[in-house]
Every structure is written in structure tokens, then in C-alpha cells.
């Protein structure tokens, strides 16, 4: 089991940009593939980034593409989710998660491994 803790979240105006930090405590997260998701009040949550063990490979929603950049510090253990440009649509609670392998990474169904999440607020 790999514990998962946010941070970076915030409020910040349209246009502006935020940095997610997720912190893991197990030693084996080098191997692990790594993702983001969000989910908004009354919505399902949905798939924003994820990056593979060795950061070879990244996936990005099309909502965000352009705009959020997934990165791993495996010497850190820490994954992060560079936003910017942010819009108002952006507003969510953001959940880090892992699994051992990055296939069918953009689904949550595939994680169980989860954080609490770190609440983004973004206004017009």
C-alpha cells in the first residue's frame, strides 16, 4: 500500500496558475504509475494527468492538454501537477493516486491507491 498526501491547492483567479504537489510514503513509488483526477461538486470524478514509472510516458485529458504538465521526483517521492492558465471549469477537489502499471491509467477504477485531496478553487 503506497499512502498519498496533497498539497498545493488553493484559490486563484482565471489565468492564473497553481502547482499540486502529491507526497508518497513508500520506498517502491519509483515503480509506480502515477495520476491526478479531480472531481466537482455533483460530477463523477474524472481523469486529469498521469505519467508512468519512469516518467517515459504521460496522458493527459483533453480539457487540460497544453495547459497542466504531470512530472515524478522519484528522489523525492513526490509526483506534481504544474497548472496554468487556470479557468473557472478548472474548480475541483484533485486526488493523486498509484498503481503498479500505467494501463488504463485514465480510468479511477484501476487505483487503489488514493489521497484525500487538495481543494482548487478558481474564479472568473
Known amino acids: 500500500q503506497v499512502q498519498l498526501v496533497e498539497s498545493g491547492g488553493g484559490l486563484v483567479q482565471a489565468g492564473g496558475s497553481l502547482r499540486l504537489s502529491c507526497a508518497a510514503s513508500?520506498?517502491?513509488?519509483?515503480?509506480?504509475?502515477m495520476a491526478w483526477f479531480r472531481q466537482a461538486p455533483g460530477k463523477e470524478r474524472e481523469f486529469v494527468a498521469a505519467?508512468?514509472?519512469?516518467?517515459?510516458?504521460?496522458y493527459y485529458a483533453d480539457s487540460v492538454k497544453g495547459r497542466f504538465t504531470i512530472s515524478r521526483d522519484d528522489a523525492k517521492n513526490t509526483v506534481s501537477l504544474q497548472m496554468n492558465n487556470l479557468e473557472p471549469e478548472d474548480t475541483a477537489v484533485y486526488y493523486c493516486?498509484?498503481?503498479?502499471?500505467?494501463?488504463?491509467?485514465?480510468?479511477?477504477?484501476?487505483?487503489?491507491?488514493w489521497g484525500q485531496g487538495t481543494q482548487v478553487t478558481v474564479s472568473s
Open positions: 505519467i508512468s514509472w519512469n516518467g517515459g510516458i504521460t
Open positions: 493516486a498509484a498503481k503498479p502499471t500505467i494501463a488504463g491509467a485514465m480510468s479511477a477504477y484501476g487505483f487503489n491507491n
Open positions: 513508500r520506498r517502491t513509488f519509483a515503480s509506480y504509475a
